[in-house]
């Protein structure tokens, strides 16, 4: 059994783990593709926080935006030209905007 000096345990006597403290780690900011570093980020949450990644992210403005124009009255073939996506994907993403 291994001896740890008082200043390494908390007041509880529980054992401070030395790895968990933030000046014990080497932490590099070298953000993603979507910004140089994590601080200057323009997400909201962390693509690595979020299910799906950073598709998931986009997925969901662009989720917004064909509702918006479908409200605005384009057709689906209208909509499947302009962002780019099947028609079965325009419906997709009008059923995702009837759920949430």
């Known amino acids: 059994m291994t001896v740890v000096a008082a200043a390494e345990r908390h007041a509880n006597g529980r054992k401070i783990r030395s790895d968990a403290l ?4 080497d932490y590099a900011d070298a953000g993603c593709e979507l910004a140089s570093c994590c601080l200057r980020c323009p997400l909201l949450r962390c693509r690595y926080d979020e299910p799906g990644g950073a598709r998931k992210l986009q ?4 989720d917004v935006a064909v509702q918006t124009r479908r409200r605005e009255g384009a057709g689906i073939d209208a909509l499947a030209a ?3 996506i099947s028609r079965r994907s325009v419906f997709r993403s009008l059923a995702r905007g009837r759920e949430g």
Request: charged letters at 25%; proline letters at 9%; glycine letters at 10%.
């Open 22 to 25: 933030p000046e014990h780690l």
């Open 59 to 62: 997925q969901l403005s662009r």
């Open 82 to 84: 302009e962002f780019g």
